[in-house]
């Protein structure tokens, strides 16, 4: 008997009885040495974690159990399916020869997890991302097979989940693309490349600057600077997300610091987060920490972007949220109007600020549908006792429409580009203007202007003390507010 049951636990996973890990892998080494195509779809569900915080373990058992269940029912002679990992299964098929019919497949198995299931009279719905690859062409080994549905799942993931994605070589050479910006950037975060813009916030009624949003920038060596959306995927789902985070944070709290300590008044100082949770424990990490004890906190205002509602529960993300305005920070909902937040989170949430995404704002003058929402949102807000800024303004015409409607606040190259901290700084000390020409001017000339406006201790200073590693701008934004 306990034989037996030895025997059964070698290939099965003891909660679900599935086939496990070990089986499964065995079994596609053995299918491979046929060399006959052979497809695997990789499933991954994305709130297992979720369910487990906020319901029990039982329940994310239970979960575990359906989604076994459901896809036993999709397994045919021929095929197997397992449980590989937590929350990762596995179904493989030796049916296919073409990709197309593969991947009408893996929809299939993926929609019989989409009908809510039932857990102690509550419903709840399985998220899941899926990848699918197939033998020859996605690799020939177990592992390169793997791996290339693994690619192609975390592709899904990041387009939002509950689709399959299949693998193809363009997905490999993106993966290789951002293994090459990780490195780099891990080299760049020790080496300060990594740097801080601000783009006024402008109060509309009389174009007054009330605060800033930082954005980050890198300056690479080879590449010149770069923004976010030339770096930000590649580090997405890995640690390094947070090590750039963290940065981010304690750039922005120096640099309110620094404007307060020289009489400047910056208004708060927003900064993007993607995931606010690190947050809770960074701040009591020592360089934040010690920022927070000077006051950094109340310069500072997070903004998160709608997707966070679609990761978190409201009850765990309205922790989170409390947590952080323990400390002092005010929060912003950012990008509204994408399509992930809806009405419910702006009532439960505690929001400050709600940021109207750019979309909605460009030709709002004579966009009628684009005006009566945003119109109906600033009302709602208005009510609910939220700031709102309205993003990316670049015309006179949208700021005198925005103007009139109510909307307190805006942002836009039509006032100011992000700017560096040198730009930034003469802006607060008057010695700049909105909507002058270098407060204007695309990103990588102002600094060239920013470093010719230093004075020549300033320079000597420069040269001298920093060695050629540093000749590369960034090192002039550090003397700003000095
Ligand atoms: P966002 O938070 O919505 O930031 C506004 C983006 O719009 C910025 O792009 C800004 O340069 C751009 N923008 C501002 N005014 C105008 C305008 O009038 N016209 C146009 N066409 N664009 C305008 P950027 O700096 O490339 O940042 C893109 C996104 O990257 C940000 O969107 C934010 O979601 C993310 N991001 C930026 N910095 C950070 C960061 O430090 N951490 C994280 N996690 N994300 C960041
Ligand atoms: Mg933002
Ligand atoms: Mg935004």
Redesign the pocket.
């Known amino acids: 008997m306990a034989k037996k049951r030895l025997k059964f636990l070698a290939r099965h996973d003891p909660v679900t009885g599935a086939y496990n890990r070990y089986f499964v892998v065995d079994k596609l080494r053995r299918w491979l040495k046929r060399r006959k195509p052979l497809t695997v779809l990789l499933i991954d569900l994305d709130d297992l974690k979720l369910v487990n915080d906020s319901l029990g373990h039982a329940a994310g058992d239970a979960v575990i159990q359906e989604v076994v269940d459901r896809c036993r029912e999709q397994v045919r002679v021929n095929e197997i399916f397992g449980r590989v990992g937590g929350d990762e299964f596995v179904l493989a098929s030796r049916r296919f020869t073409d990709k197309a019919a593969a991947a009408v497949w893996a929809r299939e198995v993926m929609a019989a997890l989409v009908p809510p299931l039932v857990y102690r009279e509550r419903r709840l719905r399985v998220s899941a991302a899926a990848g699918l690859a197939q033998s020859p062409e996605d690799g020939d080994t177990v592992d390169d097979l793997l791996a290339a549905a693994d690619l192609a799942m975390y592709a899904s993931k990041s387009g939002g989940g509950r689709v399959v994605n299949v693998a193809e070589p363009a997905l490999r050479a993106r993966a290789a693309r951002h293994e090459v910006v990780r490195r780099d950037l891990r080299r760049g975060l020790d080496a300060a490349e990594i740097e ?2 601000y ?1 006024p916030k402008v109060r509309l009624a009389d174009r007054a600057v009330v605060g800033f ?5 890198w300056w690479h060596p080879g590449r010149g600077l770069l ?3 030339a770096f ?1 995927p590649a580090i997405q789902h890995h640690a390094l ?1 947070l090590d ?2 963290t940065r ?1 944070v304690e750039l922005a709290a120096e640099q309110a610091l620094a404007w307060r300590a020289a009489g400047l008044v910056s208004g708060p100082i927003g ?4 995931d606010p949770t690190f947050l809770d424990t960074e701040l009591d990490g020592p360089v934040l920490a010690a920022l927070l004890a000077e006051g950094a906190g109340e310069l500072l205002q997070i ?1 998160l ?1 709608e997707r966070i509602t679609l990761r978190q529960s409201s009850r765990q993300l309205g922790t989170v949220l409390q947590g952080l305005r323990r400390h002092g920070l005010q929060v912003a909902l ?2 509204f109007g994408t399509g992930f937040a809806s009405l419910t989170h702006l009532q439960q949430l505690p929001f400050d600020t709600l ?1 109207i ?2 979309g909605f704002i460009a030709q709002i003058h004579t966009h009628r549908e684009r005006a009566a929402i945003v119109q109906a949102l600033v009302t709602l807000a208005g009510q609910l006792g939220k700031e709102v800024v309205a ?4 015309t006179w015409p949208e700021y005198a429409w925005l103007n009139a409607c109510g909307c307190d606040t805006g ?4 006032f100011a ?2 700017l560096c901290a040198t730009m930034a700084t003469r802006l607060l000390r008057g010695e700049r203007r909105l909507g002058d020409r270098d407060v204007c001017a695309p990103e990588e000339t102002q600094v060239a202007a920013a470093a010719r406006a230093l004075d020549g201790s300033h320079r000597r200073a420069l040269a001298g003390g920093e060695g050629p590693s540093r000749s590369a701008m960034p090192a002039v934004h550090r003397l700003s507010a000095s």
């Open positions: 801080l813009f783009q949003e930082a954005l980050v920038r923004r976010p959306s930000l997300a750039l985070a981010v900064v993007n987060i993607d903004e972007t950012d990008d940021k995404d750019r993003e990316g303004i670049e942002q836009g190259y039509l580009r992000p």
